[in-house]
């Protein structure tokens, strides 16, 4: 570059951006960037996440009001959805790249080329001379044939004099690890691929009832990737029962089993699956996995003998507090009847095993409910305005302008009389299953990089790039044999298989010991 | 025998391990001390049956949980130890033949194995559904293994950046070269090559191996720790997208065996940096080893997340 026009402001900016991409292309920018990521992570697995910890980042805006605001501002409470993690990873991928284009360049041009002959021999980390009993062109034939048979690239001059030949071997580790650091690029793809054009959400049924695969059947628990094409499914599981045991008396789970007939979206049978934990069911692309379950009383109402209300109500439970178990803690359900006027809600509360509700009556004793056992339910009905214009939770009821009306406790299988002509009873109590549905295509692409970055590291990391030079100069009856060579990596492992090379290339052809062979080692 | 007895031969033989390594312990800083080959000889042999010895208690652990004996994180620890020792006796006086390091391994495997009896010990049973996968049993070998070595590596880093300070300060050089010879610089005993297998050669000068010989055993054994540990975490998330329909969550152990990746991925980094060689290579290596030990203990004690259930309570 010429210093008249260094000035000018173009070659500044081709300056500083060659200045960048000479930074990004360094170890140590790899190193620092490597760190730095960590650094990112260790903020992430300290600080609560949302959509993890969402209680806790709520309790924090509560107690420390102003550090939560910080924590908010600099993205802490969701890191690794946070700008400058991305920004970390995205420089990371781009000094990737900065370092993995010249590496490969001189890859292929490495493997295109040959060996290339040396100089100085003597100057080498390791040379030695031997004298052999075998002209030079025999001699320097067996010296090839046993670096060829070491996997050795073999190049050389026959001919002149004197001879000579170059070898190396050992491009596998540098492919091995350009396979490593190229295979990030796949998952990468397989990633954006995969979220892109998949979805993944929640589908809730109940014992007994069947849901179509399709957007409004998520409930709102549905997240579409940004290429998704708005084309679900439409298959459809009828959920035959669910199962969920316990150990008596720890209460430690021992299985979740979801037992469902799937069929295809022109509602043709195709298979009945058992869904648990580790088992996921598939279906067109489509996986379900055992996610949650909770409990779902069948509850009727009736207005002077009209049903206006049927139906299983699914129950939700709120976080226990510490040091209880969710197996203690009974389930809130809500009905909401808006066709009444004035419109009436009633809450209810779930004991799936009414000797929890009685111990804790009686005893103040908190008890694990393991399997359904005489479920009960207290309940609380309301009456006045039940504002579903407003967001609604499917467990509760918003009383904000509803006046209590009556409470109470009904058993499964009774009835009770609410008044005002309304009667509720609650014949029986189902279960009802959680499913995580998802379809992401990118996962094969994921797990070829995943095996990819295997099968590159085992090279990358345990050969070794080794070179070796031969000439042979005639010398009386026999040959002069100067070796010379050294290893990149794994030198002291080089030190004893130079040694070995170099007493093979010397034996002689019957086989055995030169009786005359003098020798010279240095090591430097 | 019933699932009692065989539990209690496990806990016996665990017992027997325990004291094995505490006497092979003894001995072996008393060989690094004075240098009786005797003495040597019988702390390795105390060392190979406490390891027999511990693969009796975790076989019949297995036997009396009717499963593969990592489930628990008594179980966990009783396996990592076992194969620190392993790793230590076939590496380290296996392959590279030296005698004085065998009292810091088995230090390593005494205090694992008494944080596993006195505060994580549960007794045998069956594992909670989210455990209950082939995949776990790959999973969790992988990732104890990758620690083991792991553990082992940092270990030996440790020795290596206390021998590395004295013969600096032994060899202090001329003041006009100043800070000049670094590691970097490949200082003689990186070139003398003759220090290899026969490491024992290096043993002889000063009360450790020389820090060249102990800076290219910490870097073998985490390089071969390091895709034993890429391959776990690959193979959790295999689990992870079985059990819970996604293969990465950032759930607290997710992360922590990622940063545990991330830094001794910079380890590796390091060493093929000029002027982070040696000294600060060996540091990144040992922060490497607290982000293990959090990702092993503090994620499974006290980060609550999907993966609490180490079966402590
Ligand atoms: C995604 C982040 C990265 C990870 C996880 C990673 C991991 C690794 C690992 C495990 C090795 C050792 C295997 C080997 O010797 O080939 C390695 C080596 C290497 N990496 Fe990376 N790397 C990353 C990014 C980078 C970047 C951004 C650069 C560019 C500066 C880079 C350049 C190198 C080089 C030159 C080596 C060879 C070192 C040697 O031969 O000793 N890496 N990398």
Known sequence: ?524 | MSVEQWSRVSTDAFNVALFAYIAGMLGYFYHLAFRRPVVWRIASLTAYAGLLAHLVSVVTRGIAAGRVPWGNMYEYSSLLSLLVVAAYLIIVEGVYRLRTLGGFALAFAVLTMAIAVEFLYVGPGPLVPALNSYWIKIHVVAAIAGSSLFALGSIVTILYLVKDRFERRAATPPPIMGGAVGLEEAPPHFEAGSDEPVGAASERRGLLPSAAVLDRIAYRTIAFAFPIWTFAIIAGAIWAENAWGRYWGWDPKETWSFITWVIFAGYLHARATSGWKGHRAAVIALVGFVSLLITYYAVNLWIVGLHSYAGVS
């Open chain 1, 1 to 524: 570059m010429s210093s008249a026009t260094a000035s000018s402001p173009r070659v500044t900016l081709l300056q500083s951006v060659a200045l960048v991409w000479r930074t990004l292309r360094s170890m140590r920018t790899a190193l620092l960037l490597l760190l730095l990521l960590a650094l990112g992570s260790v903020a992430g697995s300290l600080v609560p996440q949302v959509g993890t910890s969402d209680a806790r980042i709520a309790a924090m805006f509560r107690d420390h009001p102003l550090r939560a605001r910080i924590y908010n501002q600099l993205g802490l409470f969701d890191v690794f959805g946070s700008w400058w993690f991305t920004l970390i990873t995205a420089l990371l991928l781009v000094s990737l790249v900065a370092c993995l284009v010249p590496r490969t360049r001189a890859l292929v041009r490495n493997l295109r080329t040959r060996p290339q002959p040396a100089r100085e021999l003597e100057s080498m980390r390791h040379y030695t001379v031997r004298h052999v009993a075998l002209a030079p062109d025999r001699a320097m034939a067996r010296a090839r044939r046993v670096l060829r048979r070491r996997l050795y690239r073999v190049a050389g001059s026959n001919g002149s004099a004197p001879q000579s030949l170059a070898a190396d071997k050992g491009l596998a580790r540098e492919a091995g690890s350009l396979l490593f650091h190229w295979s990030f690029f796949l998952i990468l793809v397989g990633v954006i691929w995969g979220k892109g054009t998949g979805f993944s959400g929640q589908a809730t049924i109940v014992e007994g009832q069947t849901w179509t695969e399709a957007h409004a059947n998520y409930a709102g628990q549905i997240h579409e990737g940004r290429f998704f094409d708005e084309a679900h499914t439409g298959i459809r599981v009828h959920v035959d029962s669910f199962t969920a045991t316990y150990r008596i008396p720890s209460g430690i789970p021992e299985d979740f089993v979801t037992r469902a007939d799937l069929y295809d979206p022109d509602g043709r049978y195709v298979k009945t699956v058992d869904i648990r934990v580790n088992h996921p069911a598939a279906i067109d692309g489509v996986k379900l996995y055992q996610f949650g379950y909770g409990w779902a009383p069948v509850i009727d109402v009736r207005e002077d003998g009209r049903l206006v209300a049927s139906g299983p109500v699914v129950c939700q439970q709120g976080t226990p507090p510490p040091g209880v178990s969710p197996l203690q803690l009974p389930w809130d359900c809500a009905v909401k009847l808006p066709s009444l006027r004035p419109q009436v809600g009633i809450q209810f509360r779930l004991w799936p095993d009414s000797r929890a509700l009685y111990a804790l009556l009686s005893a103040g004793k908190a008890m694990p409910m393991l399997t359904e056992y005489a479920p009960v339910m207290t309940y609380t009905a309301y009456r006045g305005d039940l504002r579903l214009d407003r967001p609604q939770s499917i467990s509760s009821i918003d009383t904000a302008a509803m006046r209590r009306w009556t409470s109470g406790v009904i058993g499964a299988g009774q009835s009770v009389q609410l008044g005002r002509g309304l009667t509720m009873s609650f014949p029986d109590l189902r279960q009802y299953t959680v499913l995580e549905v998802k379809r992401d295509r990118g996962l094969w692409i994921e797990l070829v990089a995943a095996i990819l970055i295997l099968v590159g590291l085992l090279p990358a990391l345990y050969t070794s790039r080794r070179k070796v030079w031969v000439t042979a100069e005639p010398d009386g009856s026999g040959t002069v044999l100067k070796v010379g060579g050294f290893a990149l990596q794994r030198r002291p492992q080089f030190e004893q298989e130079f040694a070995r090379l170099v007493d093979e290339i010397a034996r002689s052809s019957d086989g055995r010991a030169d009786e005359g062979s003098r020798e010279k080692v240095h090591t430097t």
